[in-house]
């Protein structure tokens, strides 16, 4: 019977893009409820963000504290970190590429610019990234960008704040993925330390009986520590909420074309049944009438 | 004229409102605050926070470490974590202390299991405060 084997064929195919559809499709959905997971956290740290920069801001005021080291822009700064946070999964469209090829590039300008570049990568794929193009990794830290919590942050910035502290880099970088809204994320760079001028300019300082508990660059010393973490946990919020942004689209653009390859699939599969049940009927019909001739 | 009170962990804002006193754990120890104290920028360590806010209630919250600024009689806490004595899981807490306690045995980046560790003290202390003063 022909036409009988291609529909099996068929039937087979539409069943393997049906159940691939189903996984992107729980993928999208399952990536729509962590963006705005990210995005809550993003909002609630933003009080204590504000708050930080502005005691900060206040205390570089004072005259012992303006010209501290860690406040302070080097005057020759031999060798940065960058921070690079990409993802540990695929399947997120651009979102790896696009970040990657940013700090590529802040990279290859300070390299450019005669400074030595360490690289800290956060996320799987910016280390097969790094490793494969032939480039040290500093440090990797995996298995945090799907759900960052602030122990994540901490961790990392332990790290990437002692190499600037024991002065082994002079400025830190973050690159990420800046969550601007569903539609857009955009991969950015942050200079965290030394802290920009501007950011410190305008601090209201404090009334001459003022008291500090410890003194003044004591706390300072205590604050800019703090200050890289929650930076580093909001850049770690904006690109794990970006990263799933990018995901729910990826998935939801590979939901449609399953949806479209189905409806192709039936239709032919469905013209295939046509074509067999016609062939049968004539073959039926031609024997009725090679009988009835006799 | 009351305190107007607002304290935020790294994570989230705990408490925002009137407050007649707060007390709190200092770097240099005991700390309370009533209308009309002195300006200044103190370390907080490990310990609670107790707020008795204007409509007589008390707020009790472990904060670990932060930054306590009184202007004017204008509060803002800045813990670098803190969690209201209510939200306090005790048996997640003692958990993560000994998970705390393992880490710290191991190698590597101490920080944050040291971090760890006198967090969920600090949850534990608060607890139990909390279950004793209801």
Redesign the interface.
């Known amino acids: 019977m022909p036409g009988a084997g291609e529909l099996r064929v068929l039937r087979r195919r539409i069943r393997s893009v049906r159940s691939t559809q189903k996984i992107t499709r729980a993928m999208e959905l399952i990536a729509a409820s962590r963006i705005s997971r990210a995005r809550q956290a993003v909002e609630a740290a933003r009080p204590y963000a504000q708050g930080i920069t502005r005691v900060i801001r206040d205390l570089a005021s004072e005259g012992a504290v303006a010209n501290h080291p860690l406040i302070r822009e080097h005057d020759d700064v031999e060798r940065v970190g960058i921070v690079v946070i990409a993802s540990d999964r695929g399947l997120a469209g651009a979102y790896n590429a696009n970040v990657l090829r940013r700090a590529e590039r802040l990279a290859k300008e300070e390299r450019d610019a005669g400074r030595g570049v360490d690289l800290y990568a956060v996320g799987r794929k910016g280390e097969s990234y790094f490793r494969y193009q032939g480039q040290a990794l500093a440090e990797v830290w995996t298995g945090v960008t799907d759900r960052p919590t602030y122990d994540d942050a901490v961790r990392i910035a332990e790290r990437v704040g002692h190499d600037y502290y024991e002065q082994r880099i002079n400025r830190l970088w973050l690159c990420f993925t800046n969550f601007r809204s569903a539609l857009t994320q955009v991969s950015t760079t942050r200079k965290v330390m030394p802290i920009d001028p501007r950011t410190l300019r305008g601090g209201q300082g404090f009334p001459p009986q003022f008291t500090f508990e410890p003194d003044p660059v004591a706390l300072i010393e205590q604050l800019i520590p703090r200050y890289v973490e929650h930076q580093l946990y909001a850049a770690l919020m904006e690109s794990s909420a970006s990263e799933h942004a990018s995901r729910q689209r990826a998935m939801k653009a590979a939901t449609d074309n399953a949806g479209d390859i189905l409806n192709g699939l039936t239709r032919e599969a469905n013209r295939a049944r046509q074509a067999a049940i016609t062939t049968e009927i004539s073959e039926i019909v031609g024997g009725a009438e090679a009988l009835s001739a006799d | 004229m009351p305190l107007s009170v607002?304290i935020?962990?790294?994570?989230?804002?705990l408490f925002q409102g009137q407050a007649t006193e707060l007390y709190a754990r200092?770097?240099?120890g005991e700390l309370g605050i009533l209308p009309g104290h002195?300006?200044?920028?103190?370390?907080l360590a490990v310990g609670p926070l107790r707020v008795r806010t204007s409509e007589g209630e008390e707020v009790l919250i472990a904060v670990h470490r932060?930054?306590l600024?009184c202007r004017d009689d204008d509060i803002?806490v800045?813990a670098?974590?803190a969690e209201l004595a209510d939200d306090i899981d005790v048996a997640r807490a003692e958990a993560a202390r000994q998970r705390a306690v393992e880490h710290l045995s191991r190698e590597g980046?101490p920080?944050?299991a040291r971090?760890?560790l006198a967090r969920a003290e600090a949850r534990l202390a608060v607890a139990e405060q909390n279950d004793a003063a209801r």
């Open positions: 607002d935020v962990s790294a994570e989230r804002r200092s770097v240099d002195t300006p200044m920028l103190v370390g932060g930054f600024e803002n800045l670098d974590t980046y920080g944050a971090f760890a």
